[in-house]
């Protein structure tokens, strides 16, 4: 007599479908990019004093708030652009196998952005902020909105998640200090921003001593980035070049005011 087929056992746990999914995929192919990862401890005290004095012009004009992660992404795509244009690069493997340099004309930026389903989960979604390099600070304040507006209304296309060549996540709006966030293929960076906050050793001083020491808060600013395309001192100098922006170099908060 034929053997009976065995009942089917009930595979553990719940099938990871839609969006979790193509993390799942993405995550698994960025174990094939070797990464290497830089950090700079950055002053904020610049960075808050000049968005408070923006943010209070805007409330007179009824227009909405800038936030730090505009300010420093924007600090991002001119460092790249004005400093280290190969940060944009990227890495393929051509037809034949062998490696190859993708020069990329402008700075596509995906913006990582954390999503609370409402449901007590929570997934990421990552839209591109294209051609970012072209944009005064207005235009990408004006864009990086029209993506968080999209992000909220599930409005997200295709399109929308493509061509990033370089990644800004900002997980210091939860209070973490620093991250070395995965890089994407064919990414030439992804840059994490930490908490803008005091040195944790100082944060249970009192204010009037923080004040009379003139310490400053101080924000982490990370370059993950891919080793294969990319050198360290590459990666360093885009930092360095993003904290002077931040400290007012180069005309950086001329130009925002000016926008």
């Known amino acids: 007599a034929p053997t009976a087929k065995p009942a089917p056992v009930d595979e553990p746990g719940e099938l990871i479908k839609g969006v979790g999914a193509a ?25 808050e004093v000049n968005r408070k004095v923006i943010n209070n012009h805007r409330e007179r004009i009824g227009g909405g708030k ?41 700075v596509n930026m995906g913006l990582a952005a954390d999503v609370d389903k409402g449901d007590g989960t929570r997934t990421l979604v990552v839209p591109v902020l294209k051609n970012a390099d072209t944009l ?26 493509a061509g990033a060549n370089v990644t800004l996540t900002n997980p210091g709006t939860i209070g973490t200090v620093q991250s070395v966030p995965r890089l994407m293929a064919n990414q030439g960076v992804i840059v994490g921003v930490g908490s803008i906050a005091y040195p ?34 590459e990666s360093g100098l885009m930092l360095k070049r993003v904290h002077e922006l931040l400290m007012g170099e180069h005309g950086f908060y001329d130009d925002v005011f000016r926008s």
């Open 200 to 233: 944790a050793e100082f944060e249970g001083a009192d204010p009037r001593n923080l004040w009379a020491l003139g310490l400053s808060k101080v924000v982490t600013v990370t370059s993950t980035y891919d080793h294969r395309i990319i050198q360290g001192a």
């Open 23 to 47: 993390i799942v995929k993405n995550m698994a192919a960025s174990l094939e990019v070797p990464t290497a990862t830089s950090f700079r401890n950055v002053p904020a005290k610049l960075l």
């Open 136 to 161: 005064d600070f207005k235009g990408f304040h004006a864009a990086y909105e029209a993506l968080i507006k999209k992000i909220r209304s599930n409005s997200l296309t295709l399109d929308d998640y």
């Open 66 to 106: 800038v936030s730090f992660t505009h300010l420093i992404g924007y600090a991002v795509v001119r460092a790249v652009v004005d400093s280290v244009p190969n940060m944009k690069n990227s890495f393929v493997t051509g037809a034949d196998g062998k490696p190859r340099l993708v020069r990329n004309e402008h």
